[in-house]
């Protein structure tokens, strides 16, 4: 099993930064790949950005240049960077971990962009 754990969420202006993290409770090498996934009210949840456990990283187009996907081994934690945040980046942001082909799930932050 895999528990994950967000944080970093919060409210900034339209053009501002945001840096999510994504805690995994055992050793982030064995994890076939982590992603960060966004939900915004009344939308489908959708995948923002991927790290395999070989590093390659992949992204949703309409977040390619503004959102940076990355990780510290060290720490076991998976980060989302984002910047030039725009209302409609508002959503509920989770990290999913995919593992022995399971898909785990954290709870989600809040991420508001005001205009």
Same mark, same amino acid.
């Given at each position: 099993? /895999? &528990?994950? /754990?967000?944080?970093? $969420?919060?409210?900034? &202006?339209?053009?501002?930064?945001?840096?999510?993290?994504?805690?995994?409770?055992?050793?982030?090498?064995?994890? @076939? =790949?982590?992603?960060?996934?966004? &939900?915004?009210?009344?939308? &489908?949840?959708?995948? /923002? =950005?991927?790290?395999?456990?070989?590093? @390659?990283?992949?992204?949703?187009?309409?977040?390619? $240049?503004?959102?940076?996907?990355?990780?510290?081994? =060290?720490? @076991?934690?998976?980060?989302?960077?984002?910047?030039?945040?725009?209302?409609?980046?508002?959503? %509920?942001?989770?990290?999913?971990?995919?593992?022995?082909?399971?898909?785990?799930?954290?709870?989600?932050?809040?991420?508001? %962009?005001?205009?």
């Amino acid at each position: 099993q /895999v &528990q994950l /754990v967000e944080s970093g $969420g919060g409210l900034v &202006q339209a053009g501002g930064s945001l840096r999510l993290s994504c805690a995994a409770s055992r050793t982030i090498f064995t994890i @076939n =790949a982590m992603s960060w996934y966004r &939900q915004a009210p009344g939308k &489908q949840r959708e995948l /923002v =950005a991927t790290i395999t456990s070989a590093g @390659n990283t992949t992204y949703t187009d309409s977040m390619k $240049g503004r959102f940076t996907i990355s990780r510290d081994n =060290a720490k @076991n934690t998976v980060y989302l960077q984002m910047n030039s945040l725009k209302p409609e980046d508002t959503a %509920v942001y989770y990290c999913n971990a995919v593992y022995r082909l399971w898909h785990y799930w954290g709870q989600g932050t809040q991420v508001t %962009v005001s205009s």
